[in-house]
């Protein structure tokens, strides 16, 4: 069964870190791009960052220089390393795997994504 699952999710204050997994099965990393999104109560999916078959690496502007996507492909898991959180990013967060010629290239487009975890929570509050 083809699965992704997220970890490492939870309540951390303003300004703590998580590092979020996110733990592929029933298919090979490596081949694929990873993105992370996140989604509150009424929006949509927001693609924040992804990493590329190759490990090039895309973040849109407000997680830039706090978030640092990963991939180890020997574990079959790619990360998201989450500094210097904000309220602003509380959100249920997914990450999501796209084949063939997307995983060439990071991509942040819906869309693109073959397989999408089931989410975890992230609260930052005090």
């Known amino acids: 069964e083809v699965q992704l699952v997220e970890s490492g999710g939870g309540l951390v204050q303003p300004g703590g870190s998580l590092r979020l997994t996110c733990a592929a099965s029933?298919?090979?990393?490596?081949?694929?791009?990873i993105s992370w999104f996140r989604q509150t109560p009424g929006n949509g999916r927001e693609g924040i960052s992804g990493?590329?078959?190759?490990?090039?690496?895309i973040y849109i502007g407000p997680v830039k220089g706090r978030f640092t996507i990963s991939r180890d492909n020997a574990k079959n898991t790619v990360y998201l390393q989450m500094n210097s959180l904000k309220p602003e990013d509380t959100a249920m967060y997914y990450c999501?795997?796209?084949?063939?010629?997307?995983?060439?290239?990071?991509?942040?487009?819906?869309?693109?994504?073959?397989?999408w975890g089931q989410g975890i929570q992230v609260t930052v509050s005090s």
């Open positions: 990493i590329s078959s190759f490990g090039g690496a």
């Open positions: 999501a795997a796209a084949r063939l010629s997307a995983a060439w290239y990071a991509s942040l487009s819906e869309s693109d994504m073959n397989y």
């Open positions: 029933g298919f090979t990393l490596n081949t694929y791009a």
